[in-house]
């Protein structure tokens, strides 16, 4: 990352830098994105970690955000069958990320952009920031907006998946491509019918068996799918959170202009 991008992670900066940068009105990205969470034999357990950062670095510029640490354990049950993987329970993740979101707004932030990289973190983290001050905290569902959905439903090729597939991995061949080992990528069995819970390595009688943890065909991935889906995602992020911020200076704009 060159210097630029990385001012706006606060890990890297002091805390009175931090505190002139709020108190001059720049909104505050979470990232959200596990660091211990299978990813197949392709990709490593902190793919989740690398892209909502990489998300949140390109969308600070845009904005001239501040980057809060991301959060890299979370609520992932599907996943704890294989090696490294952990999981918080949904309660103590929703708690973690209300108190952190809560103790990002105390400190003056006007503005505060929840970026989640999860689908099982979706619903507690929700839970989490709907208790607190509306308006002020907006929860990025990165892979909802309209462009990102259709260019994977112009792009893939894969009948089903949703975790180190076709789009995630081509995802990191645009990200990270030194990161990502193509010749280990394998595809989950061919699924008969899709259940509820958690992946196994082991059970083959399972509808979840997977051994390689991957769920979708990542064989299909390439570094150009990748690179339409990234702009997609971007153009869709930047669209939910300058409308977010227009909204929120709306009502100064017209108190100004009577």
């Not at 931090?18 to 596990?34: D, E, Q, S, Y």
């Not at 707004?105 to 509306?134: M, Y």
Request: with cysteine; net charge negative; hydrophobic share 40%.
């Amino acid at each position: 990352m060159g210097a630029d991008i990385s001012s706006h992670f606060i890990e890297r900066l002091t805390w009175d830098e931090v505190a002139r940068r709020i108190a001059a009105g720049h909104p505050a990205i979470l990232p959200i994105g596990a660091a211990a969470k299978q990813h197949g034999f392709h990709l490593p357990l902190n793919t989740d970690r690398l892209q909502a950062e990489w998300f949140a670095a390109r969308l600070a510029q845009r904005i001239d955000a501040l980057i809060w640490p991301t959060v890299t354990y979370g609520y992932y049950p599907a996943f704890v069958e294989y090696a490294g993987s952990a999981s918080l329970s949904g309660s103590t993740f929703e708690a973690v990320i209300h108190e952190i979101a809560a103790d990002i707004l105390g400190s003056g932030c006007k503005a505060l952009f929840v970026l989640n990289t999860g689908i099982s973190t979706l619903a507690p983290a929700e839970r989490a920031l709907s208790r607190l001050e509306s308006g002020k905290v907006h929860h990025l569902r990165i892979y909802e907006g309209p462009r990102y959905v259709h260019a994977a439903e112009t792009l893939c090729q894969q009948s089903y998946g949703s975790h180190a597939d076709e789009l995630e991995t081509s995802l990191m061949l645009a990200i990270a491509p030194d990161m990502v080992e193509m010749a280990r990528a394998e595809a989950s069995p061919a699924i008969r019918h899709e259940v509820p819970g958690r992946l196994t390595p082991s059970d083959t009688n399972s509808p979840n068996y997977s051994r390689s943890g991957s769920y979708g065909d990542p064989t299909l991935a390439t570094r150009a799918k990748g690179e339409v889906l990234l702009a997609a995602l971007l153009d869709d992020l930047h669209e939910q959170v300058a409308a977010a911020l227009a909204e929120r200076a709306a009502p100064t704009s017209r108190s100004v202009s009577r």
